[in-house]
């Protein structure tokens, strides 16, 4: 059974255990990166037509009215066809209790009936928030599996975790 992960990331700016870091790489493209490892999966990054502005506390904003709108915001590439995949692993940073709205942008795009559908969220203490709702909400159909919640300050050091999660995900 082949493995897909989609992802969004932040890179630059990030808040990170109680102050603005500039990341290099972020925390969910991290993850995603370990999750490949550990169980040989294709990769999909979730990439918005109209970034989002380089200034966390800016994007953070931006993001929130996104939601109040229930936005989903324009793609630069969307995912069209999953059906080669058995096991689908959705990896994000918890923004306002849930994705950031680009992602349900991609995942109500998809017809994960049948899928099985694993997901993780970075955080800086609010763990999984309302993410297991909105993904449900946003994957009808799917066997919606295994959940890891992780630490954005963590994320560097958390690979071991990761991996041991991705490979029980995948049985």
Not at 82 to 92: L, P, Q
Not at 113 to 124: A, L
Request: proline residues 3%; hydrophobic residues 40%.
């Amino acid at each position: 059974m082949k493995n897909l992960i989609i992802y969004y990331s932040r890179r630059g700016q990030n808040y990170v255990s109680g102050s603005i870091k500039n990341l290099a790489k972020g925390n969910a493209e991290l993850i995603t990166e370990f999750i490949q490892n550990a169980v040989d999966a294709d990769v999909f990054e979730v990439d918005t037509v109209k970034p989002y502005n380089k200034d966390y506390m800016v994007c953070i904003e931006e993001a929130r009215a996104e939601l109040r709108a229930k936005a989903r915001p324009e793609l630069k590439h969307k995912l069209d066809d999953i059906s080669a995949y058995g096991n689908i692993f959705i990896v994000g940073p918890n923004w306002w209790g849930i994705y950031p709205m680009a992602m349900y942008t991609q995942l109500e795009a998809l017809d994960v009936t049948g899928k099985n559908v694993h997901y993780v969220v970075t955080h800086e203490g609010s763990g999984l928030g309302g993410v297991s709702k909105t993904l449900s909400a946003s994957c009808k159909g799917a066997k919606i599996g295994k959940s890891l919640a992780v630490h954005g300050g963590s994320a560097p050091s958390s690979k071991a975790e990761v991996e041991n999660w991705a490979k029980k995900a995948v049985g």
